[in-house]
């Protein structure tokens, strides 16, 4: 399977420390410096060339991408963190980095690694045939478990046994495109459990089940419309292909579960997410004026905790059988941590509101004093497409007025609307929602010729985008 547990860890922690050029001195606690509100748009140029590179690259110089896809992310890093040590001073940018890193990046990581590993502890055991009712029920139940275990943990958990049980197909593609799209992002609607950006609005006083109650129709629409196009496609694709049968499974293993222990770690993870948005221990650690809370350490401390006892606890050969290795996490790590680093002034422009360069598509959202809920939805979820969900959905809240008792009634429409795209539309590129990613480099992984970036675009663009303009005219107009 590749590096141990420990080397994979060692690698994620270099990965995550690499950009620390700075003398460890200037780390004392003290007060700090921020990026200006009136950033010219053209800070953005080293993000934009992040998403080039990862789109552009692997097409036109695969073999290097390859090898050296974490360099491109690192100079992308730097080329955002030296122009601003330049123009701010090292202090901001040294601030700027620690706050993406501690606060964002390194819990995204270890959020995601531990789901990955305990995920990938689980194996389906007995043979599962890919016909389109057994692939479109594994899609349906999968959307269901996201809202309740986060898209992460169900598609992490449901991405290897799909892939297996169509191992013998010759169209493949679709099926994880459309995994991508339902369980993977549009799935996650209905708690604060199913994805960040309602997670942020629970935290923010939104209760526990709103979103149940306002997204269920919507989420209902759009995965049953997803679900009975991918039966028909399925199904003339596998006709077209013989409607063939695999190979007869000779190990006479019985259906069912293997590692079941790491369905109780799933749970535990869960917990412990959302016990660190409850619970409130104070700040622990300030560095540079980044404020480290108690509860956030912990949580972290005990996903780490969590995935050293699934790799503990599981059988190594049931790993092997369930085509595990280390490679998609270690990809993904690479790769954000420049999108992270290099997104930071895109963030910062965003988070200006009406005072950024964004102010007039940040205006588009009100008319005479009133929301518009059809912008609200669309510039919601085009942000959340390429840049983090969760600020992108917290900064459009609080445009709303960030009042959660108002928003929640008199405009619940309009919160409807913002969760709504924030959580759909990740679904639109390859970063727009956490585990995007992660299931290509295991598709890729496991011989699936996935699409480009900008070829998944044309999936996405072609599919999704008149499911959501319909969703628009009928409950955001």
Known sequence: MGKTLPQTLFTLLCTALLALCVPCTVLASGGHASLPQNLPIYWIIPFVCMLLSIAIAPLTIPHFWEHHFGKVAVFWAFAFLVPCTISFGPMVALHEFLHA????????????????????????KGS??????????????????????????????????????NAHRRYRVHSVVFFIFLVANIGGSLTPLGDPPLFLGFLKGVSFFWTTTHLFTKTLLVAGILLALYFLLDSILYAREGKPVPVKDESGEKFGLEGKINLLLLACIVISVLASGILDFGIWISVMGVELAGQNILRDLCLLL?????????D?????????????????????????????????????????????????VTSNGQPVNSMYFWLAGALSSFLDNAPTYLVFFNTAGGDPVHLMTDYAGTLAAISAGAVFMGANTYIGNAPNFMVRSIAEEQGVPMPSFFGYMVWSCGILLPIFALLTWLFFI
């Open 101 to 124: 890193i501690l606060t964002d990046y390194m819990p995204f990581i270890i959020l995601l690694f531990s789901l990955f590993t305990v995920a990938g502890g689980v194996r389906l």
């Open 128 to 165: 599962m045939v890919g016909t389109p009712v057994v692939n479109t029920a594994i899609l349906g139940v999968g959307t269901v478990l996201a809202s309740w275990m986060g898209t992460t943990g169900a598609a992490m958990l449901l991405i290897r046994p799909i892939l297996r049980a």
């Open 306 to 314: 969590i995935a050293a006892l699934s790799w503990q606890l599981t």
């Open 316 to 364: 190594r050969h049931s790993r092997v059988l369930n085509d595990f290795t280390w490679g998609p996490i270690l990809e993904v790590a690479k790769l954000f941590f420049g999108i992270f680093l290099s997104m930071i002034p895109a963030i910062a422009i965003l988070r200006a509101g009406t005072n950024g360069a964004l102010a007039s598509v940040i205006e588009l």
